[in-house]
């Protein structure tokens, strides 16, 4: 795979490489020392919790990655003030900058997702598994109880069965609407 990057690098003259995840910071890390071009990585976040060998190849790949990032990287991009912070030692004489994620504000459609008129609407958007805490945020809609507040989840997997049953089950019903996986917001 460096091979095939260099062999890019050279074809359309690329001079910096922005790289994502750690299989991508290794294989572009080594090229672009090999060509001499600057390679920028953006951090995003945790890794998600694995067990058995693939928790074991994980943990491995992510200590390749952070002992190899002084060396193949020019500059380090973190999402968050929190992930920076994590990441302040090792990236000692490293370039770095905290560009925090963003969307364009989008509006529904039609008014579709007012469910609950007056109500304060909170959004999220993601995969329903355990590291994006999902669970967290129904536990803190269930303490507003007495707040106008309504839940709009966007997004599916593994949780969504335990996260409506919750809902459900707490009486969150009026207060919590799951939408599913939706490929662009002109569907909803």
């Given at each position: 795979?460096?091979?095939?990057?260099?062999?890019?690098?050279?074809?359309?003259?690329?001079?910096?490489?922005?790289?994502h995840g750690?299989?991508?910071?290794?294989?572009?890390?080594?090229?672009?020392?090999?060509c001499?071009?600057?390679?920028?990585?953006?951090?995003?976040?945790?890794?998600?919790?694995?067990?058995?060998?693939?928790?074991?190849?994980?943990?491995?790949?992510?200590?390749?990655?952070?002992?190899?990032?002084?060396?193949?990287?020019?500059?380090?991009?973190?999402?968050?003030?929190?992930?920076?912070?994590?990441?302040?030692?090792?990236?000692?004489?490293?370039?770095?900058?905290?560009?925090?994620?963003?969307?364009?504000?989008?509006?529904?459609?039609?008014?579709?997702?007012?469910?609950?008129?007056?109500?304060?609407?909170?959004?999220?958007?993601?995969?329903?598994?355990?590291?994006?805490?999902?669970?967290?945020?129904?536990?803190?809609?269930?303490?507003?109880?007495?707040?106008?507040?309504?839940?709009?989840?966007?997004?599916?997997?593994?949780?969504?069965?335990?996260?409506?049953?919750?809902?459900?089950?707490?009486?969150?019903?009026?207060?919590?609407?799951?939408?599913?996986?939706?490929?662009?917001?002109?569907?909803?």
């Amino acid at each position: 795979m460096v091979g095939r990057v260099v062999e890019v690098i050279g074809r359309r003259r690329i001079q910096v490489l922005h790289t994502h995840g750690y299989k991508a910071n290794l294989i572009c890390g080594l090229a672009g020392k090999l060509c001499g071009v600057k390679v920028v990585k953006t951090e995003h976040g945790h890794s998600e919790p694995m067990a058995g060998v693939a928790g074991f190849r994980l943990a491995l790949n992510n200590a390749i990655d952070r002992a190899l990032t002084r060396w193949l990287t020019d500059h380090v991009v973190f999402v968050s003030r929190e992930i920076a912070a994590k990441a302040e030692r090792r990236c000692v004489g490293i370039k770095t900058a905290i560009i925090h994620n963003g969307i364009a504000p989008i509006t529904a459609q039609g008014g579709r997702l007012r469910k609950s008129p007056g109500a304060f609407h909170v959004g999220i958007v993601g995969r329903l598994t355990p590291v994006k805490g999902h669970r967290h945020l129904l536990r803190a809609v269930e303490r507003l109880q007495d707040v106008p507040i309504h839940l709009d989840v966007f997004g599916d997997g593994e949780l969504r069965p335990d996260l409506e049953a919750y809902r459900d089950d707490h009486g969150l019903t009026e207060k919590v609407t799951f939408f599913g996986f939706k490929p662009t917001c002109t569907t909803i």
